[in-house]
């Protein structure tokens, strides 16, 4: 199965509770065979939006580092538009079976 894994933060940049438990489900699946690649953050004041993909693990990992707090503040936390132009072309190129939405804020 194709699998995207979409979170705010992923190891070893962050490494809080959603973040562990999203390294523990992604390592868990490749064990068994699964295509994974992972969606999440880099750094959140850089100032042009940059994505950055690397190997990880077994699997893909997209991590987008752009300015959080460009644009509408209240818009921008569920309808953000760097972070749609950057997830829509991993999405329509990556064939998922499933996307599994981790702890979005």
Known sequence: MRILLAVHGFPPLQNLGAERA???IADWLVEHGHHV?????????HKAPFLQTVQQNGMLVHRLS???RDGNEF???YNNPVIAAALKPILEEGH??????????
């Open 37 to 45: 690649e992972v969606f999440t953050t880099g750094e959140i004041h």
């Open 22 to 24: 999203a390294q523990r």
């Open 96 to 105: 998922f079976d499933l996307l599994h939405l981790i702890s979005g804020y």
């Open 75 to 77: 818009l921008n936390m």
């Open 66 to 68: 752009y300015e959080v």
